[in-house]
């Protein structure tokens, strides 16, 4: 019901920064919660970051907190995650996620590449 692409993933020096955003094929507004999850090479799936449907209600990792910051723009149907004071270990693929709690359905993007090397 709903296509997620995600852009703004690079290879970035470590303590640099970078903006990913997910933008959807429809509003977001009936989603009751998205985020962000990523995988590294040889690791499982991890949430990073989710947003509720208006914005306000917020959660991290721990291993973000304090460094990323994920926020949506309802009317452009675009959730974004700044991602600040990047580490290494933040190498990873990067995907979006909107969970529909009507269908029980989950919808994932295609995924974007986060390099973090000097």
């Known amino acids: 019901q709903v296509q997620l692409v995600e852009s703004g993933g690079g290879l970035v020096q470590p303590g640099g920064s970078l903006r990913l955003s997910c933008a959807a094929s429809?509003?977001?507004?009936?989603?009751?919660?998205m985020g962000w999850y990523r995988q590294a090479p040889g690791k499982e799936r991890e949430l990073v970051a989710s947003i509720g449907r208006i914005g306000i209600t917020k959660n991290y990792a721990d291993s973000v907190k304090g460094r990323f910051t994920i926020s949506r723009w309802n009317a452009n149907n675009t959730i974004y995650v700044q991602m600040n004071s990047l580490k290494p270990e933040d190498t990873a693929v990067y995907y979006c996620n909107a969970y529909d709690d009507i269908s029980r359905s989950n919808y994932w993007g295609q995924g974007t590449q986060v390099t973090v090397s000097s």
């Open positions: 429809r509003s977001i507004f009936s989603f009751n919660s």
